[in-house]
C-alpha cells in the first residue's frame, strides 16, 4: 500500500512550478510507483491563463476549489470550472486554462507523468523514455 502525505510532498522534487509561474503541481504518485496513473494536486494561481495541450497525456481533473475556466481551442467553447466540477481531456483537447481565483485541482494523469515534466513552448509534457 501507498501512503504519502502533503508534508511528503510539498518543499521536495515532488513538488514542481510552473516555469511561468501560472501553477504548483503535487505529484503524489508516479510512474515509479507502478499504478499506471500519476496522481497530482494543482495549484492554478489567481489571474493566470495557461496554454496546455498533452499531446501525449490523458488527463482528468476535479476542482475541489476555486473558479476559473477552460476555453477549447480553436472553437473558443468555454466551461465554467468550480468547486465540484471534473472535466476530462479525452481527446488530447488543447485549452486554455484561465484562473478568476485561486483553484486547487485534483490532477489524473495517463500515461503517468515520470516527475518533473513541464509544458513545453506548444502546451505540451514531453514523453520521457518508457512511457
Known sequence: MIVKTKEEVVG??????APN????????????????????ETIILAGTKTHIH??????????VQGRGEVELIPSGERFLIEE?????LD???EHYLSASEEMRLICVFN???QGNEVHDEKGVYPLKKGQ
Not at 12 to 17: G, H, L, Y
Not at 84 to 88: H, L
Request: charged content about 15%.
Open 84 to 88: 465540484g466540477v471534473m472535466y476530462a
Open 54 to 63: 498533452y499531446q501525449n497525456h490523458l488527463e482528468a481533473v476535479f476542482c
Open 21 to 40: 509561474g501560472h501553477w504548483i503541481s503535487r505529484r503524489y504518485l508516479l510512474a515509479g510507483e507502478g499504478m499506471g496513473f500519476s496522481f497530482h
Open 91 to 93: 481527446k488530447h483537447d
Open 111 to 113: 500515461p503517468p507523468l
Open 12 to 17: 521536495t522534487p515532488r513538488e514542481i512550478f
